[in-house]
């Protein structure tokens, strides 16, 4: 079906930052036809199926949210409050009584406040991803996937000894190769498949030389978190004999089809190794606020690295991910200009796309791209007079603003509600969900969070 928006504010974020005042938007298919001004794009496409009045809205390519977990929303009011706790003393432990079937309606969950966010893409890496891929192929979001995966003990982690199982290694690159093999190119191309080893920690050598050699045979991108607390340098040359990016970097988990994830725990030579690997960085910059470091973003900017931005866990409205990156850069280099809206827009979009390698797919608004788009009705309350749409956007717009969702030319959400699921139906399941993990959590751990030891 081809749909044409017209008399918008169009933000394309094509190379030069090009907005059409009034713009118009013509879909066809799958992907973008025409852009432009309003008048001349009308003009050429007549009989359009469906024509959108988008006076007083705003047009912009759909984000690309490059780290998430989407089944960690579980954590949501519990995990904020514990530090660098949380890993050892929440996620692992979870991870030993969380179900499939919970993960699944808690994930649901997180996907569909995703999208209404304005997330049109989501890079997700999980446990038991595979329990997730039929409702993104049913939600209609576009999604790399993989299985988090990592061979050493968590219940031994949470004592802070790194045990390695060779036979968990086995048993996970078999499942995290198997959900590749099945789901790779599925949902009409929306669904991705991705390799994901959790951490340089909880990941022996022989895992991540698995992982970099299943990448290379199955054509897969990855992921890992890197640069996360001083606990991880230390523990990592414990355990390694090296730091946590020289481990990753002599293991072949750094490269130009890896993202690593915060690296906000990060020395200049650090830095000089993500540089000349050509790996992008997913930037968190919530999670890394939250946990009182921020990630040297523009040091990374200058030299040349790619930087995207992800909401991690637990936060549903990816509006806060933009605010929260330009708030941090100008609190890390103390200049109150050091990451401008324009700046921010772009790793929210274009950043995004390049480090999935479709960034001549997504991320903008150019003719021959995929139709993934959203439009925010600027007619609302905190968000006039607009005297720059993209400042309006970075710091004042929120996830309620998003009237409409595109993926692929198919509209996903239509006057803020999601058109192919029960929103209050997954709200209900989720939280069903969530309440039997936690009962069997603190039935097994004696409490909200397990105890830590350092034997």
Known sequence: MSVLIKDATVLTVDGSGTIHNPGAVFVEGKRIADVGPSDAVAARHPNAARVIDGRGKIVAPGFVNIHSHVGYTIFRGRSEDAGFAAPAALYFPMSTVMTRDDRAAIGALTYVELL?????????????????????????????????????????????????????????????????????????????????????????????????????????????????????????????????????????????????????????????????????????????????????????????????LGIDNMFGDYFDVIRAAIMCARIKTRDPVALLSTDALDMATMGGARAMGMENEIGSLEIGKRADLIMLDYRALGLQPVLDPVQNLAYHAHAHDVELVMVDGKIRVEDHEVVSVDRLGVIDAATRASDLAWARFEKKYGGPMAKLSSS
């Open 116 to 308: 209404s966010s304005g997330c049109t893409t989501v890079m997700e890496l999980e446990e038991d991803v595979e329990a997730l891929a039929p409702f993104v192929e049913k939600l209609g979001i576009r999604s790399a996937m993989g299985e988090m995966i990592g061979d050493a003990d968590p219940d031994e982690m949470i004592k802070g000894r790194f045990v390695y199982d060779a036979k968990a290694n086995a048993e996970q690159m078999r499942r995290a190769t198997g959900f590749a093999e099945r789901w790779h190119g599925k949902a009409d191309g929306r669904i991705t498949a991705i390799l994901a080893p959790n951490m340089t920690i909880s990941s022996s050598r022989e895992q991540f030389h698995q992982v970099r050699a299943a990448a290379d045979r199955l054509g897969l991108r990855l992921t890992v978190h890197l640069g996360w607390s001083e606990f991880e340098v230390e523990a990592a040359k414990r355990v390694h004999g090296t730091g946590p990016f020289e481990f990753a970097r002599d293991n072949g988990l750094l490269g130009p089809d890896v993202v690593a994830t915060h690296c906000y725990v990060v020395s200049e030579g650090d830095i000089d190794i993500l540089a000349r690997s050509g790996a992008h960085i997913a930037h968190c910059p919530l999670m890394n606020a939250f946990r009182g470091l921020i990630a040297p973003v523009n040091e990374f900017r200058k030299r040349g690295i790619n930087v995207a």
